[in-house]
T-cell receptor, first 120, second 115 residues
Framework: AQTVTQSQPEMSVQEAETVTLSCTYD???????LFWYKQPPSRQMILVIR??????QNATENRFSVNFQKAAKSFSLKISDSQLGDTAMYFC?????????????????FGTGTRLQVTL | ETGVTQSPTHLIKTRGQQVTLRCSSQ?????VSWYQQALGQGPQFIFQ???????GRGNFPPRFSGLQFPNYSSELNVNALELDDSALYLC??????????????FGNGTRLTVT
């Protein structure tokens, strides 16, 4: 079974600064996907960024980028130019793709989350 | 396009009762997954439905059951409620075959409190 570990329960960053959230995972799979989701007080999980394990190039989405180290099983999220609207819970998640009608779902395995507070 | 909608937003039940939570998929999505998020934890996978059949289940007892309807909407039913069932229940939909490019879209969840 896969496990995802987020060792930083809470973090704080000043507006316009850069912050890095850590995530490690454990799996014996070679083909998988990694995600960062954001959960604001509205409770909706919002996809921030995704990474395919077979791609060596780190994914980037505007102010968000990842540092994917496959051998170390590490997947950190860097938020540049932090904004007040970035305040939320951030969850790292792992997915092993599976086929339909196989009884095995393509399910997300989440970490316990990091609460990020962006301050003025 | 409409997003994933869940109802009700909040619910209070007594231990031993039964509850039904509802989810309408995002337009064009035919796969629905349910997750349970206990306070201070990450969501945990309950099960997934595709073409009205269960397609994978997490480590949840049989008193957690579900349905998917022809319009791809879904229900989560929980029988014999226990205090530990108190959580946020999240529904997520996706489109078959494009789940990576259009991955899970989540609703705002139903907050269930069992007293």
């Amino acid at each position: 079974a896969q496990t995802v570990t987020q060792s930083q329960p809470e973090m704080s960053v000043q507006e316009a600064e850069t912050v890095t959230l850590s995530c490690t995972y454990d799996t014996s799979e070679n083909n998988y996907y990694l995600f960062w989701y954001k959960q604001p007080p509205s409770r909706q999980m919002i996809l921030v960024i995704r990474q395919e394990a077979y791609k060596q190039q780190n994914a980037t989405e505007n102010r968000f980028s990842v540092n994917f180290q496959k051998a170390a099983k590490s997947f950190s999220l860097k938020i540049s130019d932090s904004q007040l609207g970035d305040t939320a819970m951030y969850f790292c998640a792992f997915m092993k793709p599976a086929g339909l009608n196989t009884g095995t779902a393509s399910k997300l395995t989440f970490g316990t989350g990091t609460r990020l507070q962006v301050t003025l | 396009e409409t997003g994933v909608t869940q109802s009700p937003t909040h619910l209070i039940k007594t231990r031993g009762q039964q509850v039904t939570l509802r989810c309408s998929s995002q337009s064009g999505h035919n796969t629905v997954s349910w997750y349970q998020q206990a306070l201070g934890q990450g969501p945990q996978f309950i099960f997934q439905y595709y073409r009205e059949e269960e397609n994978g289940r997490g480590n949840f007892p049989p008193r957690f059951s579900g349905l998917q309807f022809p319009n791809y909407s879904s229900e989560l039913n929980v029988n014999a409620l226990e205090l530990d069932d108190s959580a946020l229940y999240l529904c997520a939909s996706s489109q078959t075959g494009t789940w990576y490019n259009s991955p899970l879209h989540f609703g705002n969840g139903t907050r269930l409190t069992v007293t």
